[in-house]
């Protein structure tokens, strides 16, 4: 007795008999040209790290570039990478009303 194996079954085993790295790609935005970390989340980021007041915020060379003021008016400039939202720069100045240090 012979027995066929359809041609969809043999193709399904196959796929199973793949090592599951082979069938995954590396974590990539959907679109390339749009960025895995919106906007809206760079500012909440922003704003966990200190940032009360959102000056500028732009999109360039694969980070979010944000500026602003924290609660004592002190100057934040952050930078957040586009990709998964990992702080790369924060560069903090003391408050114009903090004064000179003698």
Known sequence: MIFRIPRHAVLLAALLALPTGALAQASAPVRPDRPAISMDEARRIANDNGMVRIEEIELDDG????EGRDAAGAEIEIDLSA???TVLKMERDRPATAGARP
């Open 63 to 66: 980070k979010w570039e944000i």
């Open 83 to 85: 990709d998964d939202g």
